[in-house]
């Protein structure tokens, strides 16, 4: 029995947990890796050339273990084996999925879509373990230490992840963007239907009037007049997401 103040219980760390899994996957969005979150961890490729993926769709499942009151969790994605079809995806079970892999915790995270046009990474998909779940081929994305669970899922916070990319909007294109007090500027990278199935690009440009910003946050969108290079090869990428579960990176140069 627990009092206030007192330690979580079994059940509260397991609802704590479902929540960060849906973050830990919207922070690590950069098409596979199979990394160690923090500001020394080294990424490698998962797509290769990935040419022109704005639009394209995939999905996740994690696989989570707990440690007292920190997680580690496996990032499995379908990224660039298939689009996630959704017959398929509504199949998959994730009671099932974490007994089959001996975890306490599966969580199925998705559909998304890239915004980005394509990705520059180091490495390749050759030595990355690749499974299938329900049917769903899926590279591991990453093996990732998540931390303390107790801030681990609040929106609108930078957190470190390394991953060694660069992601390049095209020129012409719409980027969406959201701008923190201090200046900073974060383009959104992948977009989620999780939470709201009906969210389309369509509908990203007026997503402000919807979201809950902080103080001093602002939400915009604009088209590029020149290429976007968001380049975090040598340094880790500063990522958040807001509370529909879209993800964004800061811009860098």
């Known amino acids: 029995m627990t009092t206030a103040g007192s330690r979580p219980t079994h059940r509260r760390m397991r609802a704590i947990v479902v929540i960060v899994a849906v973050a830990l996957s919207a922070l690590l969005g950069a098409c596979g890796s199979d990394s160690t979150a923090g500001p020394t961890a ?49 199949t998959l079970d994730a009671t099932a999925i974490a007994a ?55 929106p ?3 957190r470190p992840v390394s991953r060694s990319t660069v992601f390049v909007f095209d020129a012409g294109q719409r980027v969406y963007e959201l701008r923190a007090p201090d200046g ?13 199935p009906s969210l389309t690009e369509a509908k990203l440009t007026d997503l402000g009037t919807r979201l809950t910003l902080p103080e001093g946050w602002t939400y915009s969108s ?29 811009e860098t140069g």
């Open 100 to 154: 089959e892999n001996g975890v306490p915790i599966a969580r199925l995270n998705g559909p998304r879509y890239w915004l980005m046009n394509s990705v520059e990474k180091v490495g390749g998909v050759a030595d990355l373990p690749m499974k299938e779940f329900g049917g769903l081929g899926m590279y591991r994305q990453a093996t990732v230490a998540i931390g303390p669970l107790a801030t681990a899922a609040t």
């Open 184 to 196: 900073r500027t974060f383009v959104m990278q992948t977009y989620s239907v999780q939470i709201d």
């Open 222 to 250: 604009r088209i590029l007049e020149a290429t976007l290079r968001v380049d975090t090869t040598s340094s880790a990428a500063n990522v958040l997401q807001d509370e529909l579960g879209n993800s964004y990176s800061q």
């Open 42 to 90: 080294e990424t490698s490729d998962t797509n290769g050339e990935a040419g022109q993926m704005r639009g394209d769709r995939y999905c996740e499942v994690l696989l989570l273990t707990l440690d007292g009151g920190s997680a580690t969790g496996e990032v499995w994605n379908t990224y660039p084996l298939n689009d996630c079809p959704q017959a398929v995806w509504t």
């Open 156 to 158: 609108y916070v930078p």
